[in-house]
């Protein structure tokens, strides 16, 4: 299994991340969600990862990732109202475009707008299911929220796709603990 992984992982990184389809409709994924649910390599894991954020960053037609690289730096930038700019223009161009609706999505998490956050984390997650940096986002939101019901489906959700996820294991178990016994 572990030569098949590595296989598949050299595979994808020749052909590179680009089309066949590009984004969340890339064929390739299912092979790197596949590494993420069989593998115990940390290799492994982090390597077909990475290659899921890759991917999903990249579309078909290369203005959008032109533009999807200018929102990423302007976030990294802390220009946060820049990157929603590019990130809205964007879903106006692909609106089938899952990554446009998270990084928007986290753009607005981190300005506290939770409502517009949570709506754009649903169309990213109607477009991906499997996006569990929409679902480890959802969770996050709903502590924020208070509703820690709701924070614990969506990091189980998380966990479902990503086994491996880093740090959700912990998350989960002291989640259920807080759930369980007090308000968060």
């Known amino acids: 299994m572990r030569t098949l992984c590595f296989a598949i992982l050299l595979v994808f990184a020749v052909a590179g991340p680009r089309p066949l389809a590009a984004d969340q409709n890339d064929p390739r994924l299912d092979n790197l969600f596949q590494i993420l649910q069989s593998s115990a390599e940390q290799i492994e894991i982090r390597a077909a990862e990475s290659l899921i954020w890759t991917t999903w960053i990249q579309h078909e037609n290369t203005e ?8 990423i730096k ?3 930038d802390r220009r946060f109202d820049d990157a929603v700019e590019v990130y809205t223009a964007l879903i106006d161009q692909a609106p089938d475009y899952a990554e446009a609706w998270n990084k928007r999505a986290t753009v607005y998490f981190i300005q506290g707008k939770l409502a517009l956050s949570t709506a754009d984390v649903e169309m990213t997650l109607a477009l991906e299911p499997r996006h569990f940096g929409a679902l480890s986002g959802l969770g996050q939101i709903e502590i924020l929220r208070g509703n820690g019901e709701a924070a614990l489906r969506a990091f189980e959700r998380a966990v479902e796709v990503h086994p491996r996820l880093p740090g959700i294991s912990d998350l989960i178990r ?3 603990l807080r759930v369980r016994g007090q308000e968060l």
């Open 64 to 71: 959008n990732t032109r533009l999807m690289h200018i929102g």
């Open 74 to 76: 302007a976030m990294a």
């Open 174 to 176: 002291n989640l259920k």
